[in-house]
């Protein structure tokens, strides 16, 4: 993913989308419109279910908070998209422990 995109995220169609910045005529799916929850699969096969927020990271990766799933997904630089935060499930386990 190019740095500097403009990310837009549709809660009505599910999907993460990318304008260009150099070109903004261009909008291009990143992530979303697929079924798949597992981690490492291509991120346009990836399901999303009240996506919230979108962000890249300083690396170049994207972010993307759920508040269905209770977590975060990561968009790598690679279009393969990964859990990076949260279990899917409501609660609070305390600090000092591990983000998944």
């Known amino acids: 993913m190019t740095m500097n995109n403009l990310y ?19 909008i291009t799916t990143i992530a979303g419109g697929g079924t798949s929850a597992a981690d490492g699969v291509p991120a346009t096969t990836a399901r999303f279910v009240q996506p919230q927020s979108a962000e890249q990271s300083f690396h ?5 908070t759920s508040g269905y799933f209770y977590g ?21 386990s305390g600090d000092g422990g591990l983000a998944t």
């Open 72 to 92: 975060s997904r990561v968009v790598k630089q690679n279009s393969l998209i990964y859990n990076f935060a949260g279990n899917g499930a409501l609660g609070y």
């Open 8 to 26: 837009h995220i549709s809660s009505l169609l599910l999907l993460l989308f990318a304008v260009n910045s150099t070109c903004a005529q261009t």
């Open 60 to 64: 170049g990766d994207v972010h993307v």
